[in-house]
């Protein structure tokens, strides 16, 4: 089923909610969800780790399975997804968005975020600071779409922090098509990931930075293939605190003691509603997910 178009007014520049107000007004911008969004389902990595680090936000997902794969696209085009898709996230109030895919970040991520009002969060900078805790013999792995390997970002956050590591990259665009795919212990994928990562085995590496949201869904064999002395990253953990401290410092951050009413969460899709459901409710800790399809091509 392909999406349903919606009217709303393309202009998403909205008043900053900084939650410097008081009273009512405050809670008010306390209480909007946090907007998430991704190319398809890796983005509901990043999701789960916001559930249990913030169990009383309500979160607005966006998932573009139609135009999934953004590993391989144009940091031009990527930009122009992600600016249509965060004008369809301020239609949903949100006070706060996690760029919830490494290719955005790395690509896109800069130019969109000056052009919004809410704080933007994104999943490689966060990243890069775990990997760089991590690692022992200061060997990092990075594996990750096309984009975000070509772009250098990782290896250039890495070697700010730790001008001493080494870094190799792999590009595994294959991975992203069998985590679409919901083939997560396959043998399929096995042997994928057997030849995509033989050259970081050999390279040594103590630390593999799982550089895109689809990955950590693959991480039981990715795991079993690097072997037991290798720490696998999830971006995710970490961009869920970078998300506590933003909120925080924003005054954002809604008052799990206090809360009157739980969190509401709403996932959108740009094709494949079902699907993605039924994909969703295996992975997240809450049922009965609401998805509805909406195409944001009319947020130019
Ligand atoms: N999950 C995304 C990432 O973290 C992108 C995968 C894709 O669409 O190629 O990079």
């Known amino acids: 089923m392909s999406g349903s178009l919606v009217t709303v007014p393309a202009d998403s520049k909205k008043e900053i909610p900084d939650g410097r107000g008081t009273g009512k007004e405050s809670s008010m911008k306390q209480d909007a969800p946090i907007g998430v969004f991704d190319s398809g389902v890796g983005g509901l990595t990043v999701v789960k780790e916001i559930m249990n680090a913030l169990p009383a936000e309500s979160i607005v997902y966006y998932g573009d399975t139609a135009r999934v794969p953004y590993g391989n696209k144009s940091a031009e085009t990527i930009t122009a997804y992600s600016r249509q898709i965060a004008k369809f996230l301020m239609t949903q109030d949100v006070k706060a968005i996690v760029v919830a895919c490494n290719t955005i970040s790395a690509l896109a991520l800069e130019t969109i975020k000056a052009e919004f009002e809410v704080p933007f969060i994104g999943v490689v900078k966060p990243g890069a600071k775990m990997a760089a805790k991590a690692t022992q013999n200061k060997r990092i792995g990075i594996i990750a779409t096309e984009g975000t390997i070509s772009s250098g970002i990782y290896e250039k956050f890495l070697k700010a922090t ?97 809360v009157q009413t739980p969190p509401a969460h709403k996932f959108y899709v740009s094709d494949g509603a079902e699907k993605f459901r039924q994909f969703a409710n295996t992975i997240l800790p809450c049922d009965h997910l609401e998805v509805e399809d909406v195409a944001v091509k009319c947020f130019e």
């Open 162 to 258: 730790s001008p001493e590591v080494e870094v190799f990259g792999k590009a595994c665009p294959l991975f992203v098509h069998l985590a679409e795919e919901g083939w997560l212990n396959d043998a399929v994928t096995r042997q994928v990931a057997e030849r995509y990562l033989a050259g970081l085995k050999e390279k040594q590496v103590d630390t593999l930075v799982l550089g895109c949201t689809h990955y950590p869904l693959l991480r039981g064999v990715i795991g079993e293939v690097m072997g037991e002395g290798v720490t696998l990253v999830n971006p995710a953990y970490e961009t869920a605190r970078e998300l506590i401290y933003v909120l925080e410092e924003a005054h954002l951050l809604r008052n799990q003691e206090t």
